[in-house]
């Protein structure tokens, strides 16, 4: 009697003990973000002027929207790096579509027709992951590090390893323009924000994806056509791998080799998003937030005046930290 | 006659005086002691991974320093992602005045801009831009030409010269490139082999190898193949290690900057280097800095400093190499 009573008791427990772990983990995530923004404040001098405000947002322009691409690969899929998916082409693949937009610019095809073929390549190398992934079921860490050399050799074919100079009215507008006081890139990154927090938290679509991510055989049982979407998750990844392109080419006013270093920073602010999410998952939000923590903590740094070669190895640290608490937390 | 004599006399004199001027100058420089006491200057750097940039960002640090100014030092790590973003966040910091070293010009120059119409004045290294008050540096063009005339001597001017040429969009490289080319109008029986190499960064002296060992197989001993030419010497480093591995003594390997491990090479007889224009990018980093304290105590810069070079062979290896090699220290360049 005793037992049969305890029992329940004893797993409510231990429920609201997991829950009240991952409560202080994501409420220790938010508290860390909010210090150090109200230390660099107070500390580091001109961080809050409206001008160094907009920076950031610019600054993590880039790395949030390819994080984007990650996390909805993440939701598609589960953040099981080892049986999830996961999407290390997408660096690669960025830099491989900047390459085919300042290529076709430089042969005079205008901004439109590069801007096409450019999200275009992008979509192809996605498609390329979800055969490689669904239909010959390789495992995604090494079917998409496969992928990522594709893309990498054909940057290297396309451009020879040198820099490839582009410039046009768009790029400039991009790159220099302002709107209600507020730059284009930062634009970007707050529309493209929207609309995916929209489609993906608000939208049957998004909620969809979820449930394949979330529970892939339940989902196929509900009648979801399963494989389509985690297809659709890296083809969508390989779509903002083709739009950042274009933004990176009008912030560098070129096409340079180097994109595909940006994986590192990107798997760090998808996988750091998830720890200021409800439920400890991948969601647009917290991959905003992450995204936008890193750019924070590059210019605090520099604005206090540390060393910048402290800032990758902190970096590291953080992320370190906060993989291991949410892999704890999950545990429980 | 006696006319000309005088003249010819009149002229030396007259070159003497000049040379005695300028020496007086770069002492008087060198001898500057115009205090930044209070000023925050910003160094930004695209890259420290190689000898000369780390020396040149060195240079400019420990100078700025030795005048008392605040030094916010940036190093992007080879990423003009990063370099951009680190330009970016200098400028709402609103310093004194920005050095920056190197890197891309078709990425830097808008930024450069910002920098100015910001109304921070800009001064660089070894990146010749028109938004800078004044670039230090070596004399490229002498560079170009000295090591492209070295080289024709060796090869008797005839022959056929691989070109490592991956960066064209680094001013100083595309002068010495150019240089090159306008020496080899001259020699009509020379012939550069294409498509031309592309170095790389990283994995310079790696790749030059594997490029180098490409090309040697290509182009037999009888080939008329003689050099290798890069505009810098990490690729040359690689590229005398591919010719030694693969025996042949009908190569030799040509390369700018002063690097301690090429210098090495090009001082051991027996090895296919075959000469180096040595830089001095410590000078040329503190120069900079004197340049930067110099304008902001109110003194007229020129546009452009340059820093000797020195051109050292297998000849004139043990007289002058001395100074550039590993054992002479880091400061010593």
Known sequence: MTTTIDAPNGREGQLNSGNLSKLAIRLGAFAAFAGIVIYFAIAARGFTSPFNLTNIVEQSTILGLLAFGVTVVFIGTGTDVQRGGIDLSIAANAGLCAAVYAVLMRQGFGDAVSIVAAIATGMIIGLLNGLAVVTLRIIPLLATLAVMNIAAGLELVLTENTVIPVQSPLLQVIAFGRFLG??????????????????????????????????????RAAGIRTGRYVYAAYIFAGFMAGVTSILIVSRLSASTTGTGLM???????????????????PTIGGTLLAALFIGVLANGFQLLGISSYWVAGVQGVLILCVVAMTSFAKRD | MHQRRYTTLGMLAASVALNAMATAMVNAQEASTHSLEGKVIGVTVIGTDHHWDLMAYRGQIDQLEELGAEVIALDAGRNDQT??????????????????????????????????????????????????????TSNNYNIGAELALQMMQDMGAEGKIAVFNGFQSVPVCKIRYDQLMYVLESYPNVEVIQPELRDVIPNTVQQAYSDTNDV????????????????????????????????????????VDGSPEFVEMVADPDSPAGAVVAQQPYEIGRQAARNVAAYLNGEDVPPF??????????QNAGEVAGPFLPQAGDGAQ
Not at chain 1, 263 to 281: D, H, K, Q, Y
Not at chain 2, 305 to 314: E, G
């Open chain 1, 182 to 219: 507020i730059s284009t890139l930062a634009w970007c990154f707050i529309v493209i924000s929207v609309l995916l927090i929209w489609a993906l938290q608000y939208s049957p679509l998004g909620l969809r994806l979820y449930a394949v991510g979330g529970h892939h055989e339940a989902a």
């Open chain 1, 263 to 281: 994986l590192l920073p990107i798997l760090a602010a998808a996988l750091l998003g998830t720890v200021f999410s409800r439920r400890f998952i």
């Open chain 2, 83 to 136: 370099q951009i973003s680190q330009i970016q966040t200098l400028i709402a910091q609103q310093p004194d005045a920005i050095l920056e070293q190197l890197g891309n010009i078709d990425v830097l120059d808008p930024w450069l801009q910002r920098i100015t119409d910001a109304g921070i004045p800009l001064f660089t290294v070894d990146t010749s831009t028109p938004h800078a008050i004044n670039n230090t």
């Open chain 2, 216 to 255: 040697l197989t290509q182009h037999g001993p009888d080939s008329g193949l003689k050099a290798i030419w890069a505009c810098w010497d990490v690729p040359t480093i690689g590229a005398s290690q591919a010719i030694s591995d693969a025996g042949r003594t009908d190569v030799k390997a040509y390369g």
């Open chain 2, 305 to 314: 400093t340059f820093v000797s070079a020195v051109l050292i062979n297998k």
